[in-house]
């Protein structure tokens, strides 16, 4: 009773089906309603007093918590917990780099209730799913009043909190479209259960034969470095086209200082972090 | 000495206890702090009618409080809001109450403060540049200035073979107890009730009768459990606000802070600078120089205790026969200095024992070899003077250096092991009194402390009075008891729950048992047991009831009560050698020894812990279950102090990481196995020579850390926490 009055009171809505979600989405007054797809983030927020919306909509009830492999491609539902996409094998051993950035989220407890979309929705700096959904290439698929549309998460992530996600649209699916070998490796503060200040995802495309390298853990957003990418060549790059990776995405990336650690050492970890992302990534093979 | 389970575990793993956060009153309002929009200024105006506007909102401030208070007053340094200045951010200027906390909250916004702002002090650096080798004295920024020194110092560091130098830097760190402060209210005519989560009930009565100028027989405080105090719940916090909010509403008030509230207006240990000067001739330290600049936040000037007692753990366990200390206490615009488990003890072993391990390095001699020449034995004086008996931590360094030596043996390369010192004091004056009820069936043990997670007051006082009377633990019930029922005691703090409030429960069943003694005819000595469904006195081979000793009044009320009280003495520092300041004098030495295993990574800077050995005096082990449990529980926390935890602070005064976000405590998956060794019959101060083991645990983690870091990877930080980039900027500098 008393944890009821605790928190501002709020409606929560949740809906069974995408049409009743939209058409909730559509009624909202701007900013009245918050979207529930998980909550690890947005509780905070709740709880602080700092969201002023009134009303919760919950896609819990969406038939949207769904994992499909379709030959080499993969599409996550968006209200799928990370737990269940960390635990399934093809997710293991075909994308290594996704794999480890699920499990570089929060603890597992709280991994059974974060989400992909959750993920993508709030768009933090420090998001560790992010990176490595730019590095795989990945699209975001978004419905809308209009039908739906398909986003690449580079072109779908715009800033700290901020997304190409139209008011009237929510988030459906993410889709990798094909399964890289791939890594992600992060610095924090403390080894576990903590925010990155600097993060490394790197994938290599045998079908392109091409590399992607992103960074991430610094203000505004995680970014692909494409000149970075492409000073790798074949799967398994030499040490001296590694080094020129790492010194050409130290330098190109807008790193900046924050709270959490300094310019300086921000770009000096990018060096190891590369190296050690695309070791792990040439010797997971080409488990595709 | 009998291992078991806690008596507590069960309910509050089934969650049947209740906590402070779980109080509650019928018909309570629930209170929100308004806070200060800046770290300092004059307080121009707080206008508390759009809240009084809300439906059902009461609000108090300032201006408010004659009336509330028929004219009394309270100290009128430490008002309980202020009236004219508010010296730093989010400092309560008034609070209000409300059916509901968001309404609470909602009117706690909309009172309008306005503040003129005045430029805030942060960085103590900043406030003295000219620091160390300049007189500070007279700057109205100095909270405290002490001073002692013995021998020629000047002259010994001329005349040395070799001078090392060095700065330190310490963080500042919170308790983070997960229950935030939380109280609730009553007050009725002139009875002033506060149900709380303290570590000491009787410290809040005297708080709050300072603060509001209530007389302390009108104040009752009552405890609840406490969901972790780690020196955070020592003195008021929420408790006036509340009484005053309550007296206003004429309505139970609960407050009860929000965990971002927890950090922002918390009290911390802040940070601290220090200038470390050694002076070595022929492998022996000649003289030593140590200089303090503490951030003591608002702390009042004259009413600092911390410099004076932070300092003298600067010269560490060891001997030194010259020497000058010089500490000052700086005033900012951050919350008052507030103490965390072994309040600057784990910083100041980090700096002593890090700088020692460096000047033995650069002298070019073994550091532990180094340390254990010049550590304290019995007998020894310390550098202020007292005397130093029963200490056991050269016994803990021996069995210390064993296992270091066996894993620097064994750990894979690339590892480091290093070797930390801590010491501690462990019988403060502050005193307690108990009383014991003997029924037929049962010892009662009536306290005033209530539990606060560490055993002491459930499982510790419960073991001496296992151990003096004889009885079986589940024949023993410790109970609690309101201030206006119990005997009175300091609190659950500075490691002297056992000790001191132990000792008066001692104290109060040998009365007992004398009474019982006397009343048998002299029979000498009488114990207790439990035979046959009763209580029974035992002496010799003879056993009675006792019951059968219970004169009429005893009959009646059905219990035989004894009482018994413990005042220790205060220490002595000599003072001959103080030039300025107070010292504070430490009494029944204790220490501890730690040994860590860690891996470095060279490029990035990140530590981990491995493995991990602690070895403590304790003189008598009282309860091996909770002493284990301290000793696993306060390297735990020290690895904060040690690796991760550090509030950061803006120089206009302003907190940046209010949240366990970006204040990182450390998590069960870096902490590692933990071995925990303890060194008995170095007997101390406490019921049957038993010595304080809350605060002991942390204190070396810091050292052994670093000094495990700097085997493992060469790097030498000189501040705290030992993050991954500091670590790096170490790795890189060397």
Redesign the interface.
Known sequence: M?SA?????FDLLTPATAEEALSALRSAAPGALAVLAGGTDLLFDL???RLASRTVLSLRRLPWRTLAWDGAALTIGSTLPLRTLENDPGVRTRLPGLYAAVRAVGSVALRHRATLGGNLGRSAPASDLIPILLALDAEVELVGPEGARTVLVDRFVQGSRKTALRPDELIRAVRIPEARPSAYLL?R???????SHMAVAVAYSPRRESWRVALAGFPPRPILVPEAGELLRGPRPSSAEVVRAAETAAQLAPIVAD????EE?RR??V???LERAVRACASSGGAT | MTASMRPDARAKVLGQLAFGADL?APGML?GALVTAPAAHGHLRSVDLAPARALPGVVAVAAADLGPLLSGRSGDPERPAFPRETVTYRNQPVAAVAAP???LA?EAAAAVRVVVEPIPAVSDVEAVFPDWPGSDLGASPHVAAHVLARRGEVDRAFREAGTVVRETYRTSSVHPVALEPHVCVAEVHDDRWTVRTSTQSPFGVREDVSSILGVPEESVVVDGAWVGGGFGGKGASFVEPYALLLSRAAGRPVRLAL?Y?EEFLLGRTTLPAVVRMETAVTSGRIVARRVRLLLDVGTSLPGRDFATGYAIGFLLGPYRCPTFEIEGYGVRTNKPPFGPHRAPFAPQCAFVVESHLEHVAREVGVDPLAFKADHLWHDGDTTALGQRVAHFGLPTALEAARGVAEEWRRTAPAGHGVGVGLGFWSTNTPAGGEARVRLTPKELVVVQGEREIGTGSVLVGLAAVAERRTGLPRDRIRIEYADTAHAPYDAGVFGSRTVGALGSAVDQALRNLLATLAERWGGRSPVTLGWENGAIVARAGTARRPVSEFFNAAESEAGALVAEGKHYGQPGTIDESLVVAGTFYPYTDFTGAAHVAEVTV?R??G?V?VVRYAAFHDVGWVVDPLSARAQVEGGVAMGLGTA??EEA?WSDDGRL??PGL??Y?I??L??VPPVDVTFVEGFLGAGPFGAKGLGEPPIIPVPAAIASAVRAASGAHVTELPL???RV??ALKSR
């Open positions: 008393r009055r605790a928190v501002a009171a709880d602080d007093g610095q503060v403390r080894p576990f259960h903590d925010i709270k959490r650690a300094s050492y000096a970890l060096k190891p972090l | 509650e629930w509901t906390l968001p909250r929000s971002r990574d490029e990035t990140s981990r690796l991760t950061l940046l990481n976000v970006d990182r450390p998590t998956d870096e993050a991954p980039e790096a900027r």
